[in-house]
């Protein structure tokens, strides 16, 4: 437990204190507009879930942007595809999903890419693809880095999603074992090189045990969660070290905090470094007058994002059910396809759904829908969530922004219109005059 002795035990409303001021959400875009600041960003939360899909943003630029003011997805470009290997801060691998991390820590990430290799060259796999890798690898060599596209034709294998072109399985095949790494991407499709090319050789040539992979990547869980419940970080089938001994080894010696939460069952966790951090959360939200946070601090959140990443911690500590609907049939959703969850200072305050529209002034964003949650105060929020569009609309680079006709006629849809134009008429009156 804590120390030794018994454990900690906290309200609700203390963990969802330490939760909005750990993921830098209280206040909002509270880090200063620089690639430093993504480097710490992915540094405290350990990774970044990437997504294509961008309806309204791609969701590793939402989450960013939340935390960061003036935040520029280029600078994520730049730190993950740098031409010059020493410049690539960033680096996606598979880690259950597909994941950015810091390109320091790619060490730590390698035994499911040496996993995949060995049960590719076991099972029959590579020599099934051979014909086909050989003739990447070959240009890839002389060419440098290439993506299906730049190769021909050819016959349909069996894939892991089903019959797909020898070619780009091969070249799938390469990279998931490590042996090609990403280049660049430039919408979906993807180019690769070779691994010594794109990777600093200090970070290429580095080995780890297996064992500090596993704890790295259980710790790292951890990083993005921040909270976690006993279960709620996943373990592997194939790890050699399980959930309770690993969960012993990293409490004994501080890297894990093990606590009680009120009124919850179970035992939950943190990184033991922010032990500080959480009592500090406790002191703010004890007695009979604590410390409201700002109801006006308010954050959009992309889907993935690591609050939200815990259906079961959404549900237990704020009271809020969430699904993406983006796979759902459309006559089976409730909300939209992107509902963003609304953050407003330590509570989920409700829902709002976004979207490019670029039949509008050639690209706007559109409010198509706003839910607010049971019990909460609408007008409280209202100044934050205008300041949160206008600043998601700049995050897309777009001018022009418009709420629907049906949002529009709601009483809270008329307030929000009016806190959006003052804030156009305040910015504008701060353009300089030619």
Request: aromatic share 8%; glycine share 8%; proline share 6%.
């Amino acid at each position: 437990m804590s120390g030794g002795g018994e454990p900690l035990r906290v309200s609700k409303a203390a963990a969802r204190r330490f939760l909005a001021e750990r993921h830098m959400l209280l206040p909002p875009r509270q880090l200063p507009a620089s690639k430093g600041s993504v480097l710490a960003l992915v540094e405290r939360l350990g990774s970044l879930q990437f997504d294509p899909v961008d309806l309204a943003g791609r969701s590793h630029e939402i989450v960013c942007h939340a935390r960061i003011d003036g935040f520029e997805p280029r600078w994520v470009d730049e730190l993950l595809y740098a031409k010059v290997p020493a410049h690539r801060a960033l680096v996606e691998q598979y880690n259950g999903v597909l994941v950015i991390v810091p390109t320091s820590e790619l060490p730590y990430y390698r035994r499911p890419a040496d996993r995949r290799r060995e049960r590719y060259w076991r099972d029959g796999t590579y020599r099934r693809l051979k014909p086909w890798a050989d003739a990447i690898m070959q240009r890839i060599t002389n060419e440098g880095a290439l993506s299906s596209a730049d190769f021909g034709p050819s016959k349909s294998v069996e894939w892991s999603w089903g019959k797909t072109p020898a070619y780009r399985a091969a070249l799938e095949m390469l990279q998931l074992a490590g042996l090609l790494h990403l280049a660049r991407r430039e919408g979906s499709r993807r180019w690769f090189d070779l691994a010594e090319r794109l990777i600093p050789r200090n970070v290429l040539e580095r080995r780890v045990s297996e064992e500090e992979q596993i704890e790295h990547t259980f710790l790292a869980r951890h990083r993005d969660l921040g909270l976690a419940s006993a279960n709620g970080v996943w373990v592997q089938n194939d790890w050699p070290l399980k959930r309770k001994e690993l969960v012993q080894r990293l409490v004994g010696r501080g890297a894990l905090l093990e606590i009680e939460i009120a009124g919850l069952p179970g035992v939950w966790r943190i990184p033991g470094p922010e032990r500080f951090a959480l009592e500090a959360a406790m002191r703010a939200t004890a007695g009979t007058r604590p410390s409201a946070a700002d109801p006006n601090a308010v954050t959009l959140l992309s889907p993935l994002d690591p609050l939200i990443h815990d259906r079961k911690r959404l549900e237990a500590l704020y009271n809020f059910h969430y699904r993406w609907e983006i796979y759902t049939p459309e006559r089976k959703r409730i909300f939209g396809p992107y509902a963003m969850p609304i953050h407003a200072g330590d509570q989920i305050v409700g829902r709002i759904q976004l979207h490019r529209d670029a039949r509008v002034n050639g690209a706007s964003l559109s409010v198509d829908d706003l839910w607010w949650e049971r019990g909460a105060r609408p007008n409280t929020h209202l100044d934050g969530l205008a300041a949160a569009i206008r600043a998601h609309q700049r995050l897309l680079g777009m001018s022009a922004g418009t709420i629907s006709l049906s949002l529009a006629d709601r009483r809270d849809g008329r307030s929000l219109l009016k806190r959006l134009k003052r804030l156009d008429a305040a910015a504008a009156s701060q353009r300089p005059r030619d």
